[in-house]
């Protein structure tokens, strides 16, 4: 075995816009070697994959391979030079059959056209030769998600790579399941090649590891041997410490309840109380289910077991209209598709959810909409050309400030916000957080979800933790437990 | 000079339609030989009574069409509410007023209208599909109605009505700038017209925002298939009888006038003049192909070609404005 590294990651730096997502990242990857890679949310790993698979063309740094220089411009050739890729939700083709999928591209014909019997059975061989149990003749659609992944592995796998990713595939495994995979990447690494592994699970990390690579805010932390590593030492590492002077000085809340949400029908006993200018944060990994709790909230999605109370009255079922008279808001995930629309003008954006208010006698009443829009850009100070451009001449953080100025205008009594400064570059996000500071201490409620701790804690009053779609309540905000939180939410117990 | 360059900017579809038409106009009027055919008041009467017709069917087409549908069954609503008109009103038999005619034929729009959108939105069927199989259905009501008969006997005063003036004008012709005024002002001016583009521009963010986007393209669709019954109750007044295949390939020439009218199939853009223009447009240049006695169906790829090119536009000016942001 020499010393030489299978890969070689030099300087690497990717900006996305504002957001530095990779700043000159640097580490190796001993062949025939585990290496996971760990980092919270936004840390940097997944673009990092992305500049190895050359889904994204780095703006500095580069790539050595077992020693020659490697740069692909897409996953086809990054399979050709020997890098492979599996992902947690592997997309499949649903309508075609397992072997289809897996043999794609390259199916066995007879006299030109395909041969059903001779792919089944190609298929088949490859995938009992990794000893799974899957059968190639099924709809790809019908099988379960783990098989899904397991499925990916195996295409993966068939092209023989050197180096081969798998991000987070054991997220809807069982401990049996998972047995299974680790054995097949024993075994591949027993042949001399490493695994790049990303998980948030730090107990699996822990215990499959030879190699440990740590990424915070874009940035190497370090690349340590996974022996001698305990959880809480790795969480410590990961989350570091969180700027301060960032988030502001929140105002205490008040004692009077504004938003009540009870499960009525007792499956998680689901109860929480957020009063008025009480900021409470929720924390999760993706994926958790999050965005779909608040959505079920604000009436989007069925509200099913959920009963949601704003100032004692209940909401009515299932009608966002009602909702926002009731005086709830809602600032979605995803600007782009559900915060904004980007072929409006800023005034009809801005405008949407309060129209009611300006219309007299069946008309809209331009004038008074042009005033009050004006005025809720100007407080929120929205950096615009004219009111009638269009949304998406706006940058990124200017985009989000309209979507909190078109909310004021339906002078709502909770929000509801979903990472809120996701994609916004530091002088908005600074401006949010003043912002939303001030929401509070008018009186509003505040749902804060976001997948980044230190935003968590910094503009929370309390926080609660999002796992698999259950809430994991905790009270007390204590700021030295945000290693807490991380566990909570990777679900370490102890 | 700043804001009328701007102006032209903003209404860019507008303005090259009445440019174009203006041109259309000078050309007829230099040429000598059209110019006294073309110019005559029956010839204009005749004009204006044309796109009428197309220019209602094209205002419908276009509330549903900026809500991001489409209804390819205009033609046979048309058909259909001209047909059942007819009947009523020429029937000894039954002996009824004509406004009974007239309320049961934009009744008939309404549960259309309805029906579409039982289909589309409650369902969820691609409104393409949707309003296709209604086109053909439709006309088959027709012929079956009307055991593929025409109707004749019309009443006087309605006939009278078809051919009569109001101001100088036809009388089809103020029906049209009556639609044409109250669809402007439901799209420019109503918390609706406003949801409408809301609807066609994001459905998701429409939702987001407290926009009942079922009931706003339900809307659309009643519409759509009221102002085709409208056409049809005007068609056959003009034509004082109604035919079965009355209506037939109408839904064409109304998408084709609200498209280069400025309407983008993607939704949320288009005005209730660019649609009218973009009717009148079309029929100015048929009228201006029999003057010269151009081949009608050399005139027929003229319209496909102004179809072409209006989308092919729209796509461009599309593309040209994503790739800036």
Redesign the interface.
């Known amino acids: 075995m020499t010393d030489e590294p299978l890969l070689k990651i030099v300087s690497l730096s990717k900006a996305f816009g504002a957001t530095q997502a990779l700043k000159d990242v640097s580490f190796e990857v001993k062949p025939s070697s585990f290496h996971s890679l760990v980092g919270e949310n936004g840390a940097g790993k997944s673009t990092l994959i992305n500049c190895l698979m050359g889904n994204v063309v780095p703006d500095e740094g580069n790539f050595e391979l077992l020693g020659t220089p490697y740069m692909v411009e897409g996953p086809l050739e990054a399979n050709e030079h020997g890098i492979a890729a599996v992902y947690q939700e592997p997309s499949v083709a649903g309508e075609l059959t397992v072997a289809e999928n897996l043999l794609m591209g390259s199916l066995p014909t007879q006299s030109g056209m395909v041969n059903r019997k001779l792919t089944n059975n190609k298929a088949q061989s490859l995938i009992d030769n990794f000893g799974i149990d899957l059968d190639a003749k099924i709809i790809a659609e019908e099988i379960s998600a783990s098989h899904r992944v397991l499925l990916g592995l195996v295409r993966a796998l068939s092209d023989k790579p050197k180096l081969l990713i798998c991000d987070e595939p054991t997220a809807h495994f069982s401990p049996d399941q998972a047995e299974t995979l680790f054995a097949l990447l024993r075994d591949f690494i027993d042949q001399g090649n490493s695994v790049l592994y990303i998980s948030h699970r730090l107990e699996e990390v822990l215990e499959q590891s030879d190699q440990i690579t740590i990424l915070r805010d874009g940035q190497h932390v370090e690349t340590v041997p996974a022996k001698g590593l305990n959880e809480r030492e790795l969480i410590k590492r990961m989350v570091g410490r969180y700027q301060e002077n960032l988030y502001p000085q929140l105002s205490p809340p008040k004692d009077i309840p504004r938003l009540e949400i009870k499960t009525v029908n007792g499956d998680n006993n689901l109860n929480i109380t957020v009063n008025r200018g009480e900021i409470v944060g929720i924390y999760g990994l993706v994926g958790a289910g999050r965005t779909d709790f608040l959505r079920s909230i604000?009436g989007?999605l069925d509200r099913q077991s959920l009963e949601v109370k704003i100032d004692g009255k209940k909401l009515a079922a299932d009608r966002?209209?009602l909702?926002?008279?009731d005086g709830l808001a809602?600032i979605?995930e995803d600007r782009r598709?559900?915060?904004?629309?980007?072929?409006?003008p800023i005034v009809?954006n801005t405008s949407?959810?309060a129209?009611?208010s300006f219309?007299n006698r069946?008309?809209?009443n331009r004038k008074a909409e042009r005033k009050s829009v004006r005025n809720s850009l100007e407080k929120y100070g929205v950096k615009y050309n004219r009111m009638?451009d269009?949304i998406?001449?706006l940058s990124g953080g200017n985009q989000q400030k309209v979507v909190f100025a078109?909310w004021a205008l339906t002078d709502p009594k909770v929000y509801l916000l979903d990472e809120p400064t996701v994609g916004v570059d530091i002088g908005a996000k600074e401006a949010i957080y003043n912002h939303i500071k001030e929401l509070a201490e008018q009186g509003v409620a505040i749902l804060l979800v976001s997948s980044y701790l230190p935003e968590v804690i910094g503009m929370s009053h309390r926080v609660l933790v999002m796992r698999d779609g259950v809430l994991v309540e905790d009270d007390k905000t204590q700021i030295n437990s945000e290693h807490k939180y991380v566990e909570m939410a990777s679900g370490v117990t102890g | 000079m700043n804001d009328f360059v701007r102006y032209i900017r903003?209404n860019s579809a507008e303005s090259a339609l009445i440019a174009v038409i203006a041109a259309l106009l000078l050309v007829m009027f230099i040429i000598p030989t059209s110019r006294e055919t073309f110019y005559s008041a029956y010839n204009l009467q005749s004009i204006m009574r044309g796109a009428a017709v197309t220019g209602i069917l094209a205002l419908g087409s276009l509330m549903v069409i900026i809500v991001r549908g489409i209804d390819l069954s205009v033609g046979s609503m048309l058909g259909l509410a001209s047909m059942s008109a007819a009947i009523i009103m020429s029937s000894d038999h039954l002996a009824l007023p004509i406004w009974h005619a007239l309320i049961a034929a934009i009744g008939l729009g309404v549960a259309v209208g309805l029906y579409h959108a039982l289909l589309i939105v409650r369902i969820g069927i691609n409104p393409f599909i949707a309003t296709l199989g209604s086109m053909i259905i439709m006309r088959g009501l027709i012929n079956v109605l009307a055991d593929s008969q025409s109707v004749r006997n019309l009443p006087e005063s309605y006939t009278e009505f078809g051919r009569g003036e109001f101001l100088g004008l036809p009388n089809i012709f103020v029906a049209l700038l009556i639609c044409w005024f109250v669809v402007d002002?439901v799209l420019r001016?109503?918390?609706l017209g406003?949801?409408m583009?809301?609807v066609g521009?994001?459905e998701?963010?429409?939702?987001?925002?407290?926009?009942?986007t079922g009931r706003v393209q339900t809307y659309a669709f009643v519409a759509s298939a009221v102002l085709a019954c409208i056409a049809g109750l005007l068609l056959t007044a003009r034509m004082s009888s109604a035919v079965p295949s009355v209506g037939a390939g109408y839904e064409l020439q109304a998408i084709a006038g609200a498209v280069i009218g400025g309407a983008s199939l993607m939704g949320?853009r288009g005005t209730a003049l660019g649609a009218m223009l973009g009717a009148i447009l079309m029929s100015l240049i048929i009228n201006v192909g029999v003057q010269l006695d151009v081949n009608s169906f050399v005139m027929q790829i003229v319209t496909g070609a102004l179809l072409t090119l209006a989308v092919i536009v729209d796509q461009i000016q599309?593309k040209r404005?994503?790739e800036?942001?």
């Open positions: 604000f989007d966002p209209d909702a926002i008279s809602i979605p598709n559900d915060g904004l629309s980007s072929d409006r009809d949407l959810a129209l009611g219309v069946g008309l809209v009638g269009f998406d001449s078109k | 903003k002002l001016r109503t918390r406003r949801n583009f809301a521009s994001n998701s963010v429409a939702r987001l925002s407290g926009v009942r949320a599309r404005h994503h800036q942001s």
